[in-house]
């Protein structure tokens, strides 16, 4: 495989290329999705191929293939610079990487069990027995599972000397139950953190303990109550707020974006470079932490599409502005002598872009469980779980809900409620949370279906989080 | 493009190689190219060719699958003998119904050479044109270019074999100055009837029409939606329409067959031959695409039947929508202003996404050119607005309905820009 590597970095090179890189990568995949007492999809693929990416004369050009052969590769590498030279006609600045030094190492996620040599006798009955137990429930009519087991193998290699292999597995189990009744549906999931372990994660005795205070919860969310219009204290969960940090901070903190580069289809940011240092984002407690070195995180890949390494950095400090997720490409943008390294493709065949890395929310400093937070907490709402979102192009104004929401009346949850939203605009948001959990609650949940670009890429993060207050929020019931 | 013959001959030993009582084997081939701008410059410009096979058998009812993107014989012979490793260790699936029998499609017209045949230099003269007519606007211009070109076909163990190629050309442009943006798009299976310098012209005038944009107090507004803004919310109830969910209980459309639910304007059907929009005459497993109306006159009166679920209620099958065909009148954008005496005029919508699936209730933000309508004529800029709003609210607060266009963002659609009254939105952005 070096061998073919090398072969498209020379004929990229003699074709006028002056940096070029290919990965060469198979992405296993099986999904397992049961629907009541039956497996609704079974499916198991592995897709192999290379992507060439070249810059002449400053400009981009990238081809990808599925035919992983010496003259497939040559075709392929000229293709990449024929279409680098098409891209000099609108060139405005030619594309400076910023440096990054080259080296041979590789990576491999550190696992116990391989998820694809498991029997998938074994995890399909997991699934269906826990569908069981849902459906064993009285109110229960309706139960489904999935999960996700991804492998992805590398090598990439550049014209800067960089050859770098790595092996990155993802696991992941959710599974969810619907009430029915009342012209209505409501339904109750559990999704505990997907992650980059193996199967090892998929914690069979933890997933069937739960399956009662699912199917309880499902069926009281059926017969909750309206909630009143108004502003409250909203208690957000880390499952919650792993979405919500993944919507307000995480694209809003692409550099790219930033720079007006994902207008065509994802928007932009209201935080630009001009803002760094200066912007007060969050609250002082606040702080986003970039982190793509985090054992077992879904971004944690050892060295991003650049060929850069995993780092950590702040995002957010103590409620300032002052960190991007960037690229070799537009890192230079912003004066940096180094790309945070968040450069990632989601396929052989696809370009890398800036991605969001692993992004967390920083724990309280003070000891602080959620119980005392509900008791400290006069009139408001707590939320569970991941729900409606939408946001809007500059990521600003965004919307949300949830899996599950109980009211707080004077430091007390008084029952549960349905069709919560709760509607802010980012920075007066997080400059609203007064409180914070402390680390034992924090909880690295993540994200497996991150869509960006054109076309569009599917990626993965992790977004930890303890559970926060946020005071005096825009909270309604869906209608 | 792989020929039809090349593949029948991988599929049909792709099935010799299976024990299995059902071999069904699908296999697509694909060549893309994007050309990206922003900021009125090419950032981003790639290329793809693809190709893959996905084998499905059962052993009785047990299932499995698997795929792969290697065609020699021991590939082939490799991914059949892990769908029968899976299926043998599957639980029964009790929905799963034998192959289709072979039978006869219709034709439809979805494929042209020119549109595969697109060269980056092609699209880069496209953008070219389109960066040009930017700067001398004065306004920065992010958008792409995009051609695709497709082959599938289908075989199975019961003899049937259908094979398809389809081409799309899509242009997207969003003009921007430094307290607005406008956004307009072209769509065809056929590159040649993209035309760069009308959609970045509409593009430009949005923009250009929404400089000083004013503040609106959230609230019920008469909107005049566009295509795209239709297309959008139109997509959502094209995704809701599945029966076995509606009668079970947990869908907006439960307890709703056969009864009015929109506007008597309202017909909202799918055809693959439609001229216009044209799409495949077969569904994946080689199933043909019946022609439907779902919503007719006003009246649902069909849902989406898988085949099982067709079989179990007696239901003919229709399929999920391939395309989105709602009927119009010739009234453009402008007429359709005219006879609004206060509202907002809508260039489209983004992240829309459920807040209640059972009233198929929406949130969405406005983007690209928000205007304000008074008197039948649109009087100045708006900034943007996220709305909270039911689709099945929206088609039954339909007051008038314009001449359909096409706009391909989720599935092919030819939609009119519509009026709807009582348009809910609930809450203001900062631009």
């Known amino acids: ?479 | 493009m792989m020929r039809s013959d090349e593949a029948k001959s991988i599929l049909t030993k792709a099935i010799s190689f299976s024990k299995a009582d059902h071999c069904e084997a699908f296999l697509y081939a694909s060549s893309e190219g994007s050309t990206r701008i922003a900021n009125n410059a090419i950032t981003q410009n790639v290329a793809k060719d693809d190709m893959g096979l996905s084998v499905r058998v059962a052993f009785g009812n047990r299932v499995g699958s698997a795929s792969t993107n290697k065609f020699t014989d021991e590939a082939l012979r490799a991914v059949v003998e892990r769908a029968e490793q899976l299926a043998r260790l599957a639980q029964p699936d009790t929905e799963y119904l034998p192959p289709p029998e072979p039978t006869e499609y219709r034709q439809s017209v979805c494929y042209f050479e020119a549109t595969a045949e697109t060269s980056p230099e092609q699209r880069a003269d496209a953008v070219c044109k389109a960066i040009s007519m930017a700067s001398k606007a004065n306004v920065r211009l992010a958008g792409s270019f995009a051609t695709y070109g497709s082959f599938y076909a289908v075989a199975n163990s019961n003899g049937l074999f259908a094979h398809t190629s389809e081409t799309s050309a899509r242009m997207v442009v969003t003009a921007m100055t430094d307290d607005s943006s406008g956004w307009a798009e072209a769509w065809s299976r056929d590159v040649k009837q993209i035309d760069p310098e009308s959609t970045t012209q509409r593009a430009i005038e949005k923009a250009l029409a929404a400089r000083n944009p004013r503040e609106l107090e959230p609230g019920p507004y008469t909107a005049v939606l566009e295509p795209a803004a239709v297309a959008e919310m139109l997509a959502f109830v094209c995704w809701a329409l599945d029966a076995k969910a509606a009668h079970e209980g947990r869908s907006a459309f439960s307890g709703k067959e056969g009864q009015r639910i929109a506007a008597e304007s309202v017909t909202l059907r799918s055809s693959p031959t439609d001229p216009l929009c044209p799409t495949s005459t077969f569904f994946g497993d080689g199933m043909p695409v019946p022609d439907v109306a779902w919503i007719d006159r006003g009246v649902l009166s069909n849902l989406s039947y898988s085949r099982f679920w067709a079989q179990k209620t007696g239901h003919p099958f229709t399929g999920q929508p391939v395309n989105i065909i709602m009927d119009g009148t010739d009234a453009s954008v402008e007429e359709l202003v005219s006879g609004v005496e206060k509202g907002v005029l809508v260039t489209r919508f983004w992240y829309i996404r459920h807040v209640d699936p059972m009233r198929l209730l929406l949130t969405g933000m406005t983007r690209d050119g928000l205007y304000w309508i008074e008197g039948g004529k649109v009087q100045y800029p708006l900034k943007n607005l996220r709305f909270n709003e039911s689709a099945i609210d929206m088609l039954a607060q339909v007051e008038a309905i314009g001449k359909p266009s096409l706009t391909g963002d989720y599935i092919p659609a030819l939609v009119p820009p519509i009026v709807v009254r009582d348009f809910s939105f609930s809450s203001k952005t900062l631009f």
């Open chain 1, 1 to 479: 495989m070096k061998d073919l590597a090398q072969l498209a970095l020379d004929v990229a090179s003699s074709s006028g290329a002056e940096y070029a890189d290919i990965r060469i990568i198979t992405h296993r995949r099986q999904g397992i999705s049961t629907e009541d007492h039956r497996v609704s999809q079974l499916t198991d693929s592995e897709d192999t191929g290379f992507g060439v990416r070249v810059l002449v004369n400053g400009a981009w050009g990238f081809a990808g293939s599925g035919n992983v052969t010496a003259d497939e590769i040559k075709r392929v590498a000229l293709k990449a610079v024929e279409i680098a030279k098409a891209s000099r006609r609108a060139l405005i600045k030619p594309v400076r990487l910023v440096p990054e030094p080259a080296r041979v190492a590789s990576f491999r996620t550190p696992y116990q069990i391989d998820p694809f040599e498991v029997d998938v006798d074994r995890k399909v009955g997991l699934l269906l027995e826990i569908n069981r137990r849902l459906l064993s429930h009285a109110g229960i009519k309706k139960a489904v599972g999935h999960m996700t087991l991804r492998k992805d193998q590398k090598l990439f290699a550049n014209t800067e000397g960089s050859v770098l292999e790595s092996e990155v597995v993802t696991t992941g189990v959710e599974y969810r139950a619907w009430a029915i009744g009342n012209n209505d549906a409501k339904s109750r999931g559990y999704c505990p953190p997907p992650r980059t372990m193996g199967y090892e994660n998929i914690n069979e005795e933890d997933l069937l303990a739960n399956t009662d205070r699912v199917a309880q919860q499902a069926i009281e969310h059926l017969h909750a109550r309206e909630c009143p219009e108004g502003r409250r204290d909203l208690i957000l969960d880390p499952l919650n707020l792993a979405l919500t940090i993944h919507e307000s901070v995480g694209h809003a903190t692409e550099l790219d974006r930033a720079l007006g580069m994902e207008e065509s289809l994802a928007g932009r940011s209201f935080a630009t470079p001009d803002l760094l240092n200066r912007l007060q984002y969050g609250s002082e407690i606040v702080n986003f932490v970039a982190d793509n070195t985090l054992p077992h995180g879904l971004a944690t890949h050892g060295f991003d599409d650049d060929g850069v390494e995993g780092q950590r950095w702040y995002i957010v400090k103590d409620g300032v502005f002052v960190g991007y997720g960037t690229s070799r490409e537009v890192a230079g943008e912003i004066g940096l002598q180094r790309s945070t390294g968040t450069c990632r493709a989601d396929h052989w065949g696809s370009i890398p872009i800036v991605r969001i890395p692993n992004l967390s929310l920083m724990p309280g400093k003070e000891p602080l469980t959620l119980e005392e937070l509900i008791s400290d907490t006069k009139d408001g709402v707590y939320i569970e779980g991941m729900g409606s979102f939408s946001i809007d192009q500059m990521r600003c104004n965004f919307q949300f809900g949830g899996d599950a929401f109980w009211e707080i009346k004077n430091g007390k949850i008084t029952g549960m409620l349905k069709n919560v939203i709760y509607q802010s605009i980012t920075t007066e948001f997080w400059n609203s949370c007064d409180a914070i959990c402390d680390e034992r609650f924090w909880v690295p949940n993540g994200v497996l279906n991150c869509g960006k670009g054109d076309p569009m890429q599917i990626s993965q993060m992790t977004h930890g989080a303890a559970p926060a207050r946020f005071r005096n929020i825009k909270v309604g019931s869906a209608r």
